[in-house]
């Protein structure tokens, strides 16, 4: 798996702008040309509300990010967006309500760039980093419990499906037996501290640091990133008016394997989840593949972005089917919730 920043080794160095990634790609997938309202549920440094907001003068952008310093730091944006461009901090596993809530009860275009930005990777102080010493905090929203809080108080079985299930470490029960014997002794408190732990158990790759695996594994149960995608999708779904364009951008398998079975499903007539199951009743299909898989960057873009390279872009129209009732909605996180286990944790 590889994941944005940290699984890159170029990921680190100077406080480096965020580069937004396939940006020409997803204002395409966007039809970003024909105006219109869209969420970018993202913003981090505003990358694509920027490039959505040019590409037509009539367009209106209603941008969300969790982190208060991404929403501080867009406001001389907001100010120069002569009302167009409204910035909302914010969850976007709830992009519907707070579209609405901004006055776009049905919206042209949602976009996600799933992940962190080079502003929290390379900010010590944000605990995000095994590059950068800092507290081991990786909260995005700056509020509720802490990467340290977790390997601090969780039980070793749940530390290690943790870091096994959403970092894919095969190394997983050993590095979570030694941060149980070391935390007997003092809490871990830095980001230095669990990266040095980690690396006396798990072998160096070349060009990823050994701790890659568990600090994204640490980062995604933090802020619940897979929850909040399943979320995000189906609020896009609700969002979109007919003919209205989703594009989501993800850095690591877990994530684009959620969307890739999210809009196969609502793609088809007949979602079938396993040879197991039987065969569920026809439903209008609630999207359109656009493209027959995911984009990726080129070799343009990988050399002047390294970040890019592990980047997925999937998009799709909405049709003008009604939206899963709730129970639908709910047979649907389920069926996402039980992604295929894996084997051979040691
Ligand atoms: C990869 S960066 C986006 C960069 C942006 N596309 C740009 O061009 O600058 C991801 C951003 O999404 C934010 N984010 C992550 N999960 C979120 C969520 N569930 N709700 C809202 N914002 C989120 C992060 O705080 C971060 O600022």
Redesign the pocket.
């Not at 969300?64 to 982190?67: G, K, L």
């Given at each position: 798996m590889t994941g944005?920043g940290e699984g890159d080794a170029d990921a680190a160095g100077g406080p480096a702008p965020?580069v937004?990634v396939l940006l020409a790609e997803c204002c395409a997938a966007l039809a970003a040309e024909a105006g219109g309202v869209h969420v970018?549920?993202?913003?981090?440094?505003?990358?694509?509300s920027v490039a959505l907001l040019a590409a037509n003068p009539a367009t209106r952008v209603v941008a969300?990010?969790?982190?208060p310093d991404?929403v501080a730091r867009g406001q001389a944006l907001v100010t120069g967006s002569a009302g167009r461009l409204t910035l909302v901090q914010?969850?976007?596993?709830e992009l519907d309500r707070i579209a609405e809530e901004a006055g776009h009860a049905q919206v042209d275009g949602v976009v996600l760039?799933?992940?962190?930005?080079s502003m929290?990777l390379d900010q010590p102080e944000r605990g995000f980093s095994f590059r950068h010493d800092g507290p081991l905090d990786m909260r995005?929203e700056q509020a509720g419990p802490s990467a340290a809080d977790l390997v601090n108080e969780l039980p070793e079985q749940d530390l290690a499906a943790i870091i096994f299930h959403l970092g894919e470490e095969r190394r997983s029960r050993a590095i979570a037996r030694a941060v149980i014997e070391r935390r007997r002794r003092a809490p871990l408190r830095t980001t230095a501290e669990l990266a040095e732990l980690v690396a006396r158990h798990v072998r160096s790759e070349p060009g990823h640091h050994p701790a890659t695996r568990t600090f994204q594994a640490l980062r995604i149960a933090v802020?619940d990133?897979l929850g909040?995608l399943v979320d995000?999708l189906h609020a896009a779904e609700r969002a979109l008016k007919p003919g209205g364009r989703l594009a989501v951008v993800t850095f690591h398998s877990l994530e684009d394997r959620l969307v890739k079975l999210f809009l196969q499903a609502r793609a088809s007539r007949s979602p079938r989840a396993s040879r197991h199951l039987p065969s569920p009743e026809p439903v209008a299909p609630g999207f359109t593949l656009l493209g027959r898989g995911p984009t990726v960057a080129g070799y343009g873009e990988v050399s002047r972005n390294p970040r890019a390279r592990s980047a997925k872009l999937r998009a799709a129209v909405r049709t003008d089917a009604p939206a899963p009732d709730p129970l639908t909605e709910l047979y649907e996180r389920t069926r996402l919730a039980g992604l295929p286990g894996q084997e051979g944790v040691s």
């Open positions: 944005r965020h937004p970018d549920g993202t913003f981090g440094a505003g990358g694509y969300i990010d969790r982190d991404a914010g969850r976007f596993g760039d799933i992940g962190v930005s929290q995005m802020n990133e909040q995000a």
